[in-house]
């Protein structure tokens, strides 16, 4: 029930298309939806985060969209660029808890 | 420069040896943690600690051990009873989470076992 599931596990986009990542996950406790950006060799950086009392956050070129009743959220990249070419993981807590469940993460490619 | 910093960038251990990484933080967080990535694996909790003087295990914790003795400090000691550590170690802070904002992530340590 902890699980979160990300799909697909590497994605391959030409530049200027547009980058779908997909996170499901069981828990219904969850209620914070982070998305983390890493470059080989980095840590992870946060990237953008949304609750669920909105069904999309937008910032930039990168927006959530989240689905309560499926239990199911997305990140979406427009406008792909090469610099976008890194792993991604969508992770998932609930409340006070301190832990972060995390999915296994989605390789991007971005050709130019 | 607000951020947390991990050292070394690289370490290399000799199997049987106990080894230490260190962590550090000035963002003012409460929180730390740890983390081990491994390939294809995603992050995997070692340890983490809410407060100074206290902290819980993760999800793989066996043959690890941590200490938090000051706020910015929390450094992270791979055991010689760990049986496959080479791996990269990541290092993370966070404010509470029912404040919002979510973890902030060091540079990681990449550690290999000769």
């Known amino acids: 029930q902890q699980q979160v599931k990300q799909s697909p596990q590497s994605l391959i986009v030409q530049k200027g298309g547009i980058s779908i990542i997909n996170c499901a996950y069981e828990n219904t406790a969850f209620d914070y939806f982070p998305w983390y950006q890493q470059f080989p060799g980095k840590g992870p950086a946060l990237l953008i985060a949304?609750?669920?009392?909105?069904s999309e956050k937008k910032e930039g070129r990168f927006t959530i969209s989240f689905n309560k009743s499926a239990k199911q959220f997305s990140l979406h990249i427009m406008d792909s660029q090469p610099g976008d070419s890194a792993t991604y993981f969508c992770?998932?807590?609930?409340?006070?808890?301190?832990?972060?469940?995390f999915g296994k993460g989605t390789l991007l490619t971005v050709n130019p | 420069d607000g951020g947390i910093t991990q050292s070394p960038k690289y370490l290399f251990r000799k199997e049987g040896q106990n080894v230490t990484l260190s962590c550090e933080q000035n963002l003012n967080h409460d929180a730390m943690y740890w983390y081990r990535q491994d390939p294809g694996q995603g992050l995997r909790l070692i340890y983490y600690?809410?407060?100074?003087?206290?902290?819980q295990k993760g999800d793989i914790a066996e043959g690890y051990s941590v200490s938090r003795e000051k706020k910015e400090s929390f450094p992270l000691t791979v055991t010689s009873a760990q049986k496959n550590p080479t791996a990269f170690y990541l290092c993370?802070?966070?404010?509470?989470?029912?404040?919002?904002?979510?973890?902030?992530f060091g540079p990681g340590t990449r550690l290999t076992v000769l």
């Open positions: 949304i609750r669920p009392d909105v």
């Open positions: 600690s809410q407060i100074v003087n206290d902290f």
């Open positions: 992770a998932a807590s609930s409340g006070s808890n301190y832990k972060l469940t």
């Open positions: 993370a802070s966070s404010i509470p989470p029912q404040q919002g904002s979510g973890q902030f």
